[in-house]
């Protein structure tokens, strides 16, 4: 039986080049998010070159879908191999921490820490038992770089990348890779890339539009590599500058 990775989060930009990647290694492919259009738009390009992949509508904010969404990908599937964990709404703002309320914050506890969680619970099970599998989480740089007013889901992730860390030193010797990519940069082709005007951009970075752009194909070439080397824990985009 092929391997099926599930790609929670999957949109027109790292979702779709991941599902190209992984699906041409012969991977079959699980492709999870709320809007079923732009689901059904991938998974129609995917059967194009021949890549077997299916749609689950799953709206993540709320961890318990993410557990259902995990019962119906191996009802369908029968397995999960690989996990990718990347939802992050486009148009999504930071928050000064100052002022940054319970309620905001818990909205993207629930997305970004509560249900990978409940996925992990969900899909580690079965890859210890097999001694294979992967579990890798999307980050972005504030989780591991918190800085003055961009906070709101930088708590969130860091909180995540934190599980990662212990998981994945837990989970190694049983064939199981856990990792992290924190990444300072938009997707080029995601929703984030389309909805960042110039004035956002310049709020993010101090004044300059200038953001680090990467090309989904190359990212899902950084996945796969982490997948296949499970040696490296985290990947840092751009590198961190030695101190």
Known sequence: MSKVIAIFGAGTGLGTALARRFGNEGFRVAL???????????????????????????????????????????????????????????????????????????????LLLLSPVAIANAVLPEMIERGDGGFIVTGGFTAADPQPYISGIGPAMAGIRNFIYSLHGEVAASGVYAGVATLSALIKDSESYASMTPEMLAEITGGSTGLNILDPDDLAQTYWNLYTDRTQLEYRFPAPVAK
């Open 32 to 110: 999870v998010a709320r809007r079923v259009d732009r689901l059904q738009a991938i998974v129609d390009e995917l059967a194009a070159e021949k890549i077997e992949a299916e749609a689950f509508p799953v709206d993540l904010f709320d961890p318990a879908n993410a557990t259902t969404a995990v019962d119906a990908v191996k009802n369908r599937f029968g397995r999960i191999d690989v996990v990718s964990y990347q939802p992050l709404p486009g148009g999504t703002a930071f928050i000064p921490a100052a002022e940054l309320s319970s309620e905001q914050l818990s909205k993207y506890v629930n």
